[in-house]
T-cell receptor
Framework: KNEVEQSPQNLTAQEGEFITINCSYS?????LHWLQQHPGGGIVSLFM???GKKKHGRLIATINIQEKHSSLHITASHPRDSAVYIC??????????FGQGTRLTINP | DADVTQTPRNRITKTGKRIMLECSQT?????MYWYRQDPGLGLRLIYY???????NKGEISDGYSVSRQAQAKFSLSLESAIPNQTALYFC??????????????FGPGTRLTVL
């Protein structure tokens, strides 16, 4: 069993829909990262969080440490949100363990 | 200009060839990483370096070697490339400061194909 599991693996939705991507992990962590990988391959960091909730524009990330679970939400989704979203957990000082990613497609 | 650059961006080579992938950063970060990404799998750590004199193996270091020539440069070598090393390779950097969340900044990736 992978230490980090994301669901769903693929998600297709219509523009404007509310999107939720889930991440569950099985180990103790010091922080959790959400990353976005563009169709061209580049990876950018969206959020780092160790508790609670963070919001940036239409993106919201939450984490429940007790349940070892995090969610990434996108409100009013747009075709430009189409990308692969990756959850990664930080174990120890620097080790990151990555989920397999969720491929999101938003249709106009 | 990009803070983390990788060269080449694409490379096609043959089995048995020696290949070097290069990574440079202008962020002034101490820590640098090499990852590979395969379809359907998460990124996996190959090697990491916390400073010029510190090199550490990651989870999949076999068949790879690295060189930290300077704080800003971290190279990944495939001594004798094999087809299952075909993948997308990413370099990343992070700060080491106290109290910093140690966000990692990724390069654009190098797509390597070994025939």
């Amino acid at each position: 069993k992978n230490e980090v599991e994301q669901s769903p693996q693929n998600l297709t939705a219509q523009e404007g829909e509310f999107i939720t991507i889930n991440c569950s992990y099985s180990v103790g962590i010091s922080a959790l990262h959400w990353l976005q990988q563009h169709p061209g391959g580049g990876i950018v960091s969206l959020f780092m969080l160790s508790s609670g909730k963070k919001k940036h524009g239409r993106l919201i990330a939450t984490i429940n440490i007790q349940e070892k679970h995090s969610s990434l939400h996108i409100t009013a989704s747009h075709p430009r949100d189409s990308a692969v979203y990756i959850c990664a957990v930080r174990i120890g000082a620097q080790k990151l363990v990555f989920g397999q990613g969720t491929r999101l497609t938003i249709n106009p | 200009d990009a803070d983390v650059t990788q060269t080449p961006r694409n490379r096609i080579t043959k089995t048995g060839k020696r290949i070097m992938l290069e990574c440079s950063q202008t962020k002034g970060h101490d820590r640098m990483y090499w990852y590979r990404q395969d379809p359907g799998l998460g990124l996996r750590l190959i090697y990491y370096s916390f400073d010029v004199k510190d090199i550490n193996k990651g989870e999949i270091s076999d068949g790879y070697s690295v060189s930290r020539q300077a704080q800003a440069k971290f190279s990944l070598s495939l001594e004798s490339a094999i087809p299952n090393q075909t993948a997308l390779y990413f370099c990343a950097t992070s700060d080491s400061g106290q109290g910093v969340y140690n966000e990692q900044f990724f390069g654009p990736g190098t797509r390597l194909t070994v025939l």
